[in-house]
T-cell receptor, first 113, second 112 residues
């Protein structure tokens, strides 16, 4: 079974631009979560989607948004990029949610200049 | 607000040693606790998941324990190997929540 895939793997943007990241979960998994990882703050929860519905959202500004499609693939969008948005963005999938083992993708490393 | 702390932040041991990594959390109302491993620049790999009703889980040379009432978990690694070198993260899922709250990890180096 293929693992969680994330595209692109690396991205360089400038301040003020917007970016869209994609996550394809393991086949059959309906829950997709997104996390931001930085050296200072560690891993922080962004949001979780299940069957196209956002069930939970972390404490991030409205510039961060996401969605999930009927095939469970998910995208997250960051508008008006700031330098502090530079991070590794990780997505995780599972059958039903964080009550069970989470399978993480390799991440998208975003650098904002 | 749930807070997860991992001590120590970094640990260096000679190959073959047994070692213990610690994780503590402030709110005992958790659904489960998971231990992950992260290699440099890569995603997370799940190692063990302990439900709140369980006391421990074992997988190969790894054993994780959970004491929910005291807000503590330990990850025991037996007979450490250089390939065990990585950052180990623990994370809890709060009761009724759909998110993981992570500690900042322990960076383990196993010296050949």
């Amino acid at each position: 079974k293929a693992g969680v895939t994330q595209t692109p793997r690396y991205l360089i943007k400038t301040r003020g631009q917007q970016v869209t990241l994609s996550c394809s979960p393991i086949s059959g998994h309906r829950s997709v979560s997104w996390y931001q990882q930085t050296p200072g703050q560690g891993l922080q929860f962004l949001f979780e989607y299940f069957s196209e519905t956002q069930r939970n959202k972390g404490n991030f500004p409205g510039r961060f948004s996401g969605r999930q499609f009927s095939n469970s693939r998910s995208e997250m969008n960051v508008s008006t990029l700031e330098l502090g948005d530079s991070a590794l963005y990780l997505c995780a999938s599972s059958l039903e949610g964080s009550q069970e083992t989470q399978y993480f993708g390799p991440g998208t490393r975003l650098l904002v200049l | 607000k749930q807070e997860v702390t991992q001590i120590p932040a970094a640990l260096s041991v000679p190959e073959g040693e047994n070692l213990v990594l610690n994780c503590s959390f402030t709110d005992s109302a958790i659904y489960n606790l998971q231990w992950f491993r992260q290699d440099p620049g890569k995603g997370l790999t799940s190692l063990l998941l302990i439900q709140s009703s369980q006391r421990e889980q074992t997988s190969g040379r790894l054993n994780a324990s959970l004491d929910k009432s005291s807000g503590r978990s330990t990850l025991y690694i037996a007979a450490s190997q250089p390939g065990d070198s990585a950052t180990y993260l623990c994370a809890v899922t709060g009761a009724g929540s759909y998110q993981l709250t992570f500690g900042k990890g322990t960076k383990l180096s196993v010296i050949p």
